[in-house]
């Protein structure tokens, strides 16, 4: 899997685990989602993402690389 892949998987994860964590705890898991997509919309103008680097240090290597 690619570090580009993992975000991908990782950030869908973590939308529909604060939509259910809204619907069945509390609807401050909303706040969750709003950090998710708070990051996605940073990283199309800063090229940073926190989770990219945790997946590139455990190894996964980017898009076009074997």
């Not at 950090?35 to 455990?58: W, Y």
Request: one cysteine or more; proline letters at 5%.
């Amino acid at each position: 899997m690619t570090i580009e892949r993992a975000v991908f998987a990782f950030a869908g994860f973590m939308v529909l685990l604060s939509v259910a964590l809204t619907q069945w705890l509390s609807p401050y898991f909303v706040w969750l989602t709003v950090f998710v997509g708070a990051n996605l919309f940073q990283f199309a103008f800063t090229k940073i993402c926190p989770a990219a680097l945790v997946f590139k240090a455990l190894g996964l290597k980017p898009a076009g690389q074997s």
